[in-house]
């Protein structure tokens, strides 16, 4: 490891992904190229913006970053233990059948290295972090607030301590003061654990807000990078600029 | 999910367990011996005999308390087979996916082709008929297909759910996100599935005992009474009156307890 | 134009009024946003415009007035008549608003089968006009589609077609650019601008977007929890609000005009 990747968490190295559809016994199966060639890194502590319309393969990327896809080409080189996610659709993220504390102590279950009085600790520390008030701990998703519900899943994803986060549209279909809460918590618990972010969306007001460093996706390549405030003062794309026109 | 108690859950759980009672009684105790030959032939119902006897001089009421809980105890068990095979399939099938999918629905596919008494019957004289365990063997594996594609559908539908995704990135493993992650949500939809499984049951065990295929003397379930009923329609009516409300009653309860289930699932009141 | 006082609905198995007591006019040729997030009663307001209400399920009371003609109270019967011919309703999601059966075109023309004598003929010469008049490139072509083969943007514009195709004077539009993206979004904005100006239709704009709101309308009304907060010129709201919850929604919004600090 150089010098230089000891600022990193996360490399991306020319990375093609795709997937494999149709096919009869697993024969004759088509593969379509979702993104090609992508190239970045993740710098400790940062928040990665990554900004683009729907189909464009911000999803195909997090997927192949996560591990969930396996790169047809290039390298993904991760400097932390592994990721979490935070998803869009906070609906399906949570399991109905079971509470928002079943919910956040399942991963420290899964880890196995802790005892029931140090799992019930930690749950209750990171529930109280995340802002859920103590009356919601036993409740089942169907009984939570969508903005309740993102902050179980923040809860759940942090609770195993990891570095880097992708967040997937955590905030889109929120509305818009819950999703201020939420950004305001992400940034706060960014400050308070040491985290580093990947966060995916298509609001570029919101990226503005929230993020350090953009990238601009369109059509699984990478058109453009750099500084939020270079990309959005002095953007070199065509693409990039009508983004931004169209989202003032 | 809060469970809310409804009209049809209420009727169906006196009913069910109402009869589930009386079967469990007809176990233990009968008021008179249901093999015992000696009450006179052919007496309408009466105080002593509730349900009158029959053409061997047999008292009715205590052939339908044992034979209740004789069925009760195929059809049980058949869904209990059907369910417990037919989620594992369903598990391995909709989770996976894959060859494996393939291979095993297709098989599944051809199951359900043949009628299922006929499939039944096949079985049967394979494994040697006139046996009880042999015919809940034969009822079981012909309920395994629809209980398999139930479960397969559930099962596919929530292998892409994120809750699953992140229980996956958490490093948990198949078994643990199949058993304690997916098998609570399947539960759901296997519920009402497994109360229909059962009505389907209790008449596919009738049809066959009726058939001559089914339990043999001296066991005697509802289906099996049901077709000696046959032969004294004329002389004693009441032997096929009693026994055909007794499963009517029963088909009707368990059909009420899964409409209710769903309703409740569902919220409505 | 379209006068809504002091309208009331209650569904039955809820304590809380979904719309309490709320009054509002549009005029003539105006662009009216209506704002508020999930649960303030938005869209069960729009719901009892368009005729749409499940009677049968809610309590109501209020008049609903469209050029003087009483909507709430009206007859079933009545309210077919006008639906699709005095006011046209666009819904958020264009793929579950349209028949994945039925070509395209033919949905356009669907209104102009229910309410007018026109031909087979004249109602296609008439679909392929709007068409292009909400500037979908090749309406031919588009006319012979199903829903799926078309995309989201095409699909909108298609219903914004099918909408005013009949000339209503009042066009309701429910979250119509919320799921699309933000060039596409811009566009459908555009189109609906120069609608407006050149048809002169009157449209109720509801979104729980300000600043697609604010691109669009000149008045805007605030909704909380059944009730109207706020309600006067966009511009003032935006920069004046007066009620708190105005205040904090439009704080809420993210902008690039003001990068908060560090919490």
């Known amino acids: 490891m150089t010098e230089e990747n000891n600022n990193l968490v996360l490399e991306v190295k020319h990375v093609s992904a795709g997937y494999k559809r149709g096919g009869f016994f697993g024969y004759g199966q088509k593969y379509k190229e979702v993104i090609h060639d992508v190239d970045f890194v993740v710098h400790y502590g940062e928040i990665l913006g990554l900004v683009g319309e729907s189909g464009t393969g911000k999803s195909t990327l ?43 102590e399942e991963p420290l279950r899964i880890f196995g290295k802790y005892d029931a009085e140090e799992r019930e600790r930690r749950v209750r520390e990171m529930l109280t972090r995340v802002g859920l008030q103590e009356e919601f701990f036993a409740s089942k998703p169907d009984e939570l607030s969508g903005g309740q519900k993102q902050r179980v899943n923040i809860a759940a994803a942090l609770i195993r301590r990891p570095r880097f986060i992708i967040a997937d549209e955590p905030v889109s279909a929120l509305d818009v003061t819950i999703q201020a809460q939420i950004l305001k918590l992400l940034k706060q618990l960014r400050n308070e654990l040491d985290l580093s972010y990947l966060f995916i969306s298509h609001d570029l007001n919101v990226v503005y807000q929230l993020c350090d460093r953009v990238l601009v996706m369109k059509d699984g390549r990478i058109v453009e990078q750099g500084t939020v405030e270079e990309v959005y003062n002095n953007p070199k794309e065509e693409y990039t600029r009508n983004l931004l026109e169209a989202s003032k | 999910m809060k469970k809310r108690m409804n009209g049809y859950l209420l009727a169906g759980l006196i009913i069910t367990c109402t009869i589930l009672v009386v079967a469990l009684i007809g176990t233990f105790w009968t008021p008179y011996s249901p093999t015992a030959m000696q009450y006179g032939k052919f007496q309408a119902p009466t105080l002593a005999h509730l349900f009158g006897t029959d053409h061997f001089g047999r008292d009715i009421f205590s052939r339908v308390l044992k034979g209740t809980g004789t069925t009760l105890f195929i059809a049980l068990l058949t869904v209990g087979i059907g369910a417990v095979v037919g989620t594992f399939i369903g598990a391995v099938t909709g989770y996976f996916g894959g060859v494996v999918d393939d291979v095993l629905m297709r098989f599944n596919d051809a199951l359900t082709a043949f009628p299922s008494i006929l499939l039944a019957l096949l079985i049967i004289s394979l494994l040697g008929p006139g046996k009880k365990y042999n015919v809940i063997l034969a009822l079981g594996i012909v309920f395994i297909p629809s209980f398999a594609r139930v479960t397969r559908t559930a099962f596919a539908s929530l292998r892409d759910t994120n ?107 | ?161 099918a909408a005013i195709v009949i000339e209503p004077s009042l066009l309701l539009l429910d979250e119509p650019t919320t799921a699309l993206d933000v060039t596409i979004q811009a566009q459908i904005l555009e189109l609906l601008k120069r609608l407006n100006r050149e048809r002169g239709i009157s449209m109720l704009f509801i979104s729980h977007n300000l600043n697609v709101v604010r691109k669009l309308c000149r008045r805007v009304a605030v909704m909380q929890r059944g009730k109207l907060v706020e309600l006067g010129e966009t511009e003032e709201v935006f920069f004046h609000p007066l009620h708190p919850y105005s205040k904090k929604l439009i704080d809420a919004i993210p902008t690039r005009d003001k990068k908060q600090t560090e919490p």
């Open chain 1, 62 to 104: 997090a997927k192949t970053i996560l591990g969930l896809m396996e790169p047809t080409k290039g390298e993904i080189v991760h400097y932390t233990k592994r990721p979490q996610m935070i998803f869009q659709d906070f609906h399906s993220s949570l399991n109905p059948a079971y509470s928002a504390w079943w919910s956040v």
């Open chain 2, 163 to 269: 809750y699953v995704t992140s229980a996956r990135l958490m490093g948990a493993g198949n078994a643990r996100i199949l058993l304690v992650h997916l098998l609570p949500n399947v539960l759901r939809v296997l519920l009402p599935a497994f109360t229909i499984g059962f009505n389907n049951a209790v008449l596919a065990e009738a049809s066959m005992s009726f058939l001559g295929i089914g339990v043999t003397p001296p066991d005697a379930s509802l289906g099996y009474m049901l077709s000696e009923a046959q032969g004294m329609l004329k002389a004693g009516p009441w032997y096929a009156i009693f026994t055909g409300l007794t499963i009517v009653l029963l088909v009707f309860g368990v059909g009420l307890l899964g409409e209710g289930m769903q309703a409740a699932e569902k919220g409505v009141e």
């Open chain 3, 1 to 161: 134009m379209l006068e809504v006082r002091d309208l009331h609905i209650r569904f039955l198995n809820r304590d809380r009024e979904a719309v309490a007591g709320i009054s509002f006019t549009i005029k003539d040729g105006e662009i009216m946003g209506l704002v508020g997030e999930s649960g303030s009663g938005k869209t069960v307001t729009a719901m009892s415009i368009a005729g749409l209400l499940p009677r049968k399920q809610c309590e109501f009371s209020g008049d609903i007035l469209l050029n003087g003609q009483d909507l709430l109270h009206a007859e079933r019967k009545l309210l077919r008549s006008m639906h699709g011919k005095d006011i046209g309703v666009v819904f958020q999601e264009p793929m579950s608003a349209m028949d994945p059966l039925m070509k395209v075109g033919e949905q356009v023309g669907e209104v102009l089968r229910i309410h007018t004598d026109l031909s087979k003929e004249e109602r296609r010469e008439k679909v392929l006009q709007v068409m292009r008049e909400v500037e979908l490139r090749d309406p031919e072509a588009v006319y012979e589609k199903y829903p799926h083969e078309l995309s989201g943007g095409m699909l909108q514009r298609a219903m914004i077609g």
